[in-house]
């Protein structure tokens, strides 16, 4: 899993810095799964959602480097409207219901860079 807290924004502008340079697009799904009656993404499909997404980016060709990732994260901080995912380096934030959601978000914006105005979080 992915830690996405880096100590401060310098940092956090550092690391987004170097995976752009390695990857085209990284799209970090939050997978977070609370037992306690909180809102959570996981509660919401985002494991086999996100798993989904990664067999998508595999078969059309789109994984690797210079190309695109997609990863599990922790809490993203976003609880209320998750599922939530994230594509940077564009800082575009998504939530999705299911398959037809991720197939639209990985074939129109991570492979052709036209991010998907209706599932967009502001
Ligand atoms: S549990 Fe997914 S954003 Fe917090």
Not at 43 to 48: L, V
Not at 101 to 111: A, G, K, M, Q, T
Request: aromatic share 8%.
């Amino acid at each position: 899993m992915v830690c996405l807290a880096p100590a401060n924004a310098r940092e956090a502008g550092s690391i987004i810095d170097r995976m752009s340079n390695y990857y085209e697009r990284h799209i970090f799904f939050c997978v977070n799964r609370r037992d306690d009656g909180r809102p959570c993404c996981a509660g919401h499909g985002a494991e086999s959602l996100q798993a989904y997404a990664k067999e998508r980016v595999k078969a059309l060709g789109l994984a690797g480097r210079g190309k695109v990732r997609v990863n599990k994260a922790g809490c993203l901080d976003r609880c209320d409207e998750g599922p939530v995912a994230v594509v940077y380096p564009d800082a575009v934030w998504y939530t999705y219901v299911d398959r037809s959601d991720i197939d639209e978000i990985v074939e129109s914006h991570l492979r052709d860079g036209r991010p998907v105005a209706r599932l967009r979080l502001e």
